[in-house]
């Protein structure tokens, strides 16, 4: 292959024999195609079809991290642990192409689809200023969308495909509504800007500081040499020019700095948010039960709240970055694309099923595996509402309130207080949203709520899960700041509180008020013996309190991940520190409530 600059030839294009399941099949490799925007400003797309003459359904995916950085090379340790608990991944594909978070063209090719993977402006191989989900990141996706549907090779029909960042994006352009934008099946991603990605129940994660600095500055446009490069061309990732930090940082914007100065859901934040009474194309929407503080809840809003007439929601387990790439996860989406993007390859099929039979598919999940099962509507038609409610003076969840006032008070940046169910006396299916409704007051100026559900054993050891991010996560986790309290009641709905965070209620130290927590979608089947444990904190989960933790301080992927509520400006001890208390009583009835599933 010719390993000089894109800039010089204009394009890099060879043809590959394919090995491995699919054998001696070919494949037409176009690097860097150039994709002008409306403001001129150039976008690097590599394109990857069949060989020959012909029009081919189009997949396309588009994100910050170099689509010529090698999921091996970029994520060694992530490639590790899914071809160590997938080996069959490597039999069904060279991998020579395998991007993290895109899907591998070498699994649809073979199969009559083109796939097109596009860097984000600023980022990798594209040109411009660098702004992460931005309203003019969105534009370049619906004209990346309209161009690769009037491609030659194109039939006229595109679907986004792709993980976390690469499907948050796609709820945002489906919502443009781009004429060749045929379906979507966003994998993983969070949709509300400011109560999926930012800011949970209006405390900053601390997530996108530490994201930001990881994963994208290492590849912006312009750091060149001083990148990696292509194991398949050679060539630098981040473009051929290299610039020196300061010219790189006047490319860019502070995402961290901007962050910080919205505290409270505004145009930034909705800007950054589809009308969900846009978002009327075909979808797939694909959630992880271990992605609290970072993806799952914008997958069950999205399938909730989409205008669309045809929509399926499916959840999953394990890491963020395993299904996606399994035989499980690349046959759904090859049903579900073959459906929307072919020219009735199903005729006289029912439409709303897509071939596969069902609505919703869930992978329900037990202490130590899982089970499948197709259900017709979120949440489950046949759930159960059952409220436990708080003693706090017991640390108990109790099938009725206490009739005398109970209470208990914890630090307000501790570790907290932990109220128990009884043991199952049988086997018990929570799969569903959660909320809380706690009475709480506090000696500070306010107040930072950390509800974290758990799962204790007979010898009350603490069942933890995979998670998305984490080897170790607990079932379910919610956040609320006292100050956002104020609900929106036109939006809320008695399993999902919905909180406004346009306005900072006053908050008076001793003054009791009732709060609504909602805590993030979750499946668990409670074994006999086992029991239900909610625990309402000062500070992050972590599976381990080491002696001398103290403050806001956390220890990263120890239970949260990285999605921590660190940041000392937004989380200062002069208005945090002190004591909280949790009220209960006939009159002060908090309550937890569950979806328990007949």
Not at 3 to 22: F, N, P, S, Y
Not at 61 to 88: F, I, M, N, T
Not at 360 to 373: A, E, K, P, S, W
Not at 490 to 504: E, F, N
């Amino acid at each position: 292959m010719d390993h000089r600059t894109a800039g010089d030839i204009g394009m890099a294009r060879m043809t590959e024999q394919l090995e491995g399941a699919v054998a001696r099949r070919e494949m037409v490799v176009e690097i860097d195609v150039p994709i002008v925007m409306d403001d001129g400003v150039t976008l690097r797309g590599d394109v990857f079809r069949p060989v020959g003459a012909g029009a081919y359904p189009v997949l396309l995916s588009s994100g910050p991290y170099a689509k010529g950085l090698s999921y091996q090379s970029g994520r060694r340790d992530a490639w590790a642990e899914l071809v160590g608990a997938h080996p069959e991944i490597l039999e069904r594909s060279s991998n020579r192409y395998q991007c993290w978070e895109m899907p591998d063209p070498e699994r649809f090719v073979p199969h009559g689809y083109a796939c097109v993977r596009v860097d984000t402006r600023g980022a990798g191989r594209s040109e411009g200023l660098l702004d992460p989900l931005s309203p003019r990141e969105t534009r370049d996706l619906y004209e990346c969308v309209e161009w690769a549907g009037a491609a030659p090779w194109s039939n006229g029909r595109v679907g986004l495909l792709g993980v976390s960042y690469l499907a948050i994006n796609q709820w945002l352009v489906a919502a443009l509504q781009p004429p060749h934008l045929a379906a979507i099946c966003p994998w993983e991603g969070g949709a509300d800007f400011y109560r999926d990605l930012t800011r949970h129940g209006g405390i900053l994660s601390s997530f996108w500081a530490s994201w930001y600095e990881r994963r994208v500055l290492p590849v912006q446009h312009g750091v060149g040499e001083r990148g990696p490069r292509s194991d398949v061309t050679g060539e630098t990732v981040a473009g051929p020019q290299t610039l020196d930090d300061a010219e790189l940082a006047r490319r860019r914007v502070d995402l961290v700095a901007e962050l910080r100065a919205h505290r409270f859901d505004d145009e930034y934040h909705r800007s950054r948010t589809p009308d969900w009474s846009k978002v009327e194309v075909p979808l797939l929407s694909c959630a992880n039960w271990g992605g609290a503080g970072l993806h799952s809840r914008g997958n069950f809003e999205g399938f909730l709240r989409a205008a669309s007439r045809h929509k399926w929601l499916e959840v999953h387990g394990g890491s963020h970055f395993e299904e996606f790439s399994t035989d499980y996860g690349v046959e759904l989406q090859r049903r579900f694309f073959d459906r929307f993007l072919r020219d009735d390859p199903h005729e006289g099929e029912d439409p709303e099923r897509f071939g596969v039979g069902w609505r919703v598919q869930l992978q329900v999940r037990h202490v130590d595996t899982f089970t499948t099962r197709r259900e017709d509507a979120w949440p489950l038609e046949r759930t159960s509402w059952t409220k436990s409610y708080l003693d706090p003076s017991a640390r108990a969840l109790c099938d009725a309130p206490p009739q005398e006032p109970a209470s208990a008070t914890y630090d307000a940046l501790g570790p907290g207080i932990t109220l128990l169910a009884p043991p199952a006396d049988r086997s018990v299916e929570v799969t569903g949203p959660v909320a809380a409704r706690l009475h709480v007051s506090t000696t500070a100026r306010d107040a930072d709520l950390f509800l974290v559900l758990r799962l204790f054993d007979p010898s009350m050891g603490e069942v933890v899960f995979r998670g998305a991010q984490d080897h170790g996560a607990p079932v379910a986790q919610g956040w609320l700041r006292l100050s956002h309290r104020a609900l929106d009641d036109a939006a809320s709905l008695p399993w999902r509180p919905y909180h406004g965070h346009d306005v900072a209620s006053a908050v008076v130290p001793g003054e009791v008020y009732a709060v609504d927590v909602e805590l993030w979608p979750t499946s668990i089947v409670v074994p006999v013996g086992y029991r239900i444990g909610l625990t309402v904190r000062g500070r992050d989960y972590q599976r381990v309190e080491p002696e001398s933790a103290r403050g806001v301080a956390v220890e990263v992927m120890n239970g949260s991940g990285r999605c921590v509520h660190d940041d000392p400006g937004d989380r200062d001890e002069e208005t945090f520190a002190g004591s909280v208390t949790v009220h209960g009583g006939a009159r002060l009835a908090g309550h937890l409530l569950l979806p328990v599933v007949g």
